[in-house]
């Protein structure tokens, strides 16, 4: 079954930066369209960015100028540059496909901002 490993949370302080990966297995993943989400608690899940299987980008307004997103499809791998990360980034960070399938969910990765 297709399944998305993410990794690279943590607690880092305000400003500072972090990197996600996202792992990904049994799909065609070089011409698949890749994005991450974030829930943060109480909240429900949303859109942080995506990027297209020709290296198009997309990014919600909150983070835009401050998280890059890359792929690597010899890797199979997705990544999440954040940068300048603020306390209300605190969220679980997840991947998927651009078009979200909702049996693909992982664990994701928890990234807490707090001084």
């Known amino acids: 079954q297709v399944q998305f490993v993410e990794s690279g949370g943590g607690l880092v302080q305000p400003g500072g930066s972090l990197r996600l990966s996202c792992t990904a297995s049994r799909i065609i993943f070089s011409a698949s369209a890749m994005a991450w989400f974030r829930q943060a608690p109480g909240k429900q899940r949303e859109f942080v960015a995506a990027i297209g299987r020709g290296g198009s980008t997309k990014f919600a307004d909150f983070v835009k100028g401050r998280f890059t997103i890359s792929r690597d499809n010899p890797k199979n791998t997705v990544y999440l540059q954040m940068n300048s990360l603020k306390p209300e980034d605190t969220a679980v960070y997840y991947c998927?496909?651009?078009?979200?399938?909702?049996?693909?969910w992982g664990q994701g990765t928890q990234v807490t901002v707090s001084s």
């Open positions: 998927n496909m651009a078009v979200v399938v909702d049996s693909y």
